[in-house]
């Protein structure tokens, strides 16, 4: 199992936020080893209020259930991390292209070109997504960004700096807040990575 990509999951995270998405983050594969890891991982992500849904898509995914229904839910994130496998779990008939399938057809590593809407009942759609390597944000602003940090939220506005970057100025809040542990400090580097890569 291949460790997750921080910053991708933050990114993601960030667009579905903005766009006011209700997001889970699943951590699939629990029935791997190397979970305990993920898991750590993925712990500051608890602490600032997203769900985590720990399952395995070989094993299990009546967890996940209750969270489609009624929903269009999109499965977004890095490839190989078991979105299609999930869907299929969900759907038998749907058939979604997964690794195996695509090395017998040896189509290379892209199982799923585009994205593609299954039906799983009247009320509820599925959205299997190709695997994201890279989610660029250009459509955002850098306070769209800021908002889309919920842990942020409580400190924007008390920067000494009207524009402040929450980067290297005196008196910013976010620091402060970091510097006291309020706000994960990997996180804020996700924050300075991702905003000084989308100027
Ligand atoms: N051990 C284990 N392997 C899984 C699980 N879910 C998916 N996989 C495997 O992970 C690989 C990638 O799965 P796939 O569904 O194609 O990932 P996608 O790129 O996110 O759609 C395949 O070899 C799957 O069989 C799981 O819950 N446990
Ligand atoms: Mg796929
Ligand atoms: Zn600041």
Redesign the pocket.
């Known amino acids: ?1 291949r460790a997750f990509n921080d910053e991708l999951l933050a990114r993601c995270l960030l667009a579905g936020q903005d766009q006011k998405l209700n997001i889970l983050i699943v951590l ?5 080893p190397q979970i305990a890891a993920a898991r750590e991982q993925l712990a500051p992500y608890t602490k600032i209020g997203y769900r985590v849904l720990e ?5 299990d995914i009546d967890p996940l259930l209750p969270y489609l229904q009624g929903n269009t839910s999109v ?1 977004v ?13 969900v759907i038998p008939e749907a058939h ?8 017998v057809l040896d189509s290379g590593k892209h ?2 070109t585009h994205a593609k809407l299954y039906h799983l009942n009247t009320d509820s759609h599925l959205i ?1 997504c ?2 994201v390597q890279l989610f660029g944000l250009h459509h955002l602003d850098f306070a769209a960004m800021e908002r889309s940090f919920p842990e942020f939220l409580p400190y924007l506005g008390e920067c000494r700096f009207a524009n402040c970057s929450h980067s290297h100025e005196p008196d910013c809040a976010i620091r402060k807040a970091t510097a006291e542990g309020k706000i994960d400090e990997r996180r804020l580097k996700l924050f300075q990575q991702i905003t000084s890569a989308t100027k």
């Not at 699939?28 to 791997?32: H, I």
């Not at 994130?77 to 779990?89: E, P, R």
């Open positions: 199992m699939n594969k629990s029935d791997l399952l395995s898509a070989k094993q499965f994130g890095q490839s190989g991390m078991g979105k299609s496998t999930l869907i299929n779990a979604a292209a997964t690794r195996e399938i695509s090395t199982t799923t299997d190709p695997g």
